[in-house]
């Protein structure tokens, strides 16, 4: 079935180490994007990528890195997790930039 | 699950009732807009978009009517049930790389 995965689903972590939140779509979408969405404030971007090789800072970017090697592949990674990174984070697909987007399940993380 | 805000506007329904979300959005250039559904714990779901040469579109029990002169957009939703009950988004595409989510609207459909 073709769509957007995320992983994990969910993960504890604690504060300070490196984690990276994965994500593959089989679409052959050509843009892609991270969100993070809490309580009261919506979905809000972390960075995104118009197409493999570029990568884009979104609205709330720090303590954040992405990769866009290859057209199916957006890792999201935290250098070194602080409680406030504490958030459910949605990965997103779009044929091109600014097409309607495609969501993936989401990956709730707790940093303790 | 908690994935979406606590203080969202709410539309509380009667089941079998039509709903009405309204979206006020910000930029006159936009020229794409979209509607998402987010049930508890899942991510944001694709339910209809429309064009700004359009002004209403209709799929299966949805409308979306969209109000250039007043840059507002509207769901409309045709007897209500209790399985469309979630968050509902607008998003607009001011014609950028990537979409601007409004805060959402929670709908709850009573039986």
């Known amino acids: 079935i073709a769509g957007i995965t995320q992983a994990p689903t969910s993960q504890i972590l604690a504060a300070g180490r490196r984690m990276t939140l994965r994500c593959t779509q089989d679409m052959r979408h050509n843009a892609m994007y991270w969100y993070r969405q809490d309580l009261g404030l919506g979905l809000r971007l972390i960075h995104y990528?118009?197409?493999?090789?570029?990568?884009g800072k979104g609205e709330v970017p720090d303590g954040y890195s992405v990769s866009r090697a290859n057209t199916d592949d957006f890792p999201l990674t935290l250098a070194s997790a602080v409680p406030s990174q504490t958030s459910v984070y949605f990965c997103?697909?779009?044929?091109?930039?600014?097409?309607?987007?495609?969501f993936g399940s989401g990956t709730r993380l707790t940093v303790v | 699950g908690e994935s979406v805000g606590l203080h969202l506007p709410t539309l509380s329904v009667q089941e079998g009732d039509n709903s009405i979300i309204n979206c006020a959005y910000s930029?006159?250039?936009?020229?794409?807009f979209i509607w998402y559904k987010q049930e508890s714990g899942k991510g944001p779901q694709f339910i209809i978009d429309i064009r700004s040469n359009m002004d209403k579109r209709q799929g299966q029990r949805v409308t979306v009517l969209l109000n250039k002169t007043v840059k507002h957009l509207s769901l409309q939703i045709a007897a209500t049930q209790p399985g469309d009950s979630a968050v509902y988004f607008c998003a607009e595409n001011n014609a950028g790389n990537m979409l601007t989510f409004g805060g959402g609207t929670r709908l709850m459909v009573k039986p």
């Open positions: 997103a697909s779009a044929r091109d930039p600014g097409d309607g987007y495609t």
């Open positions: 930029n006159s250039a936009s020229d794409y």
């Open positions: 990528s118009n197409t493999a090789g570029t990568t």
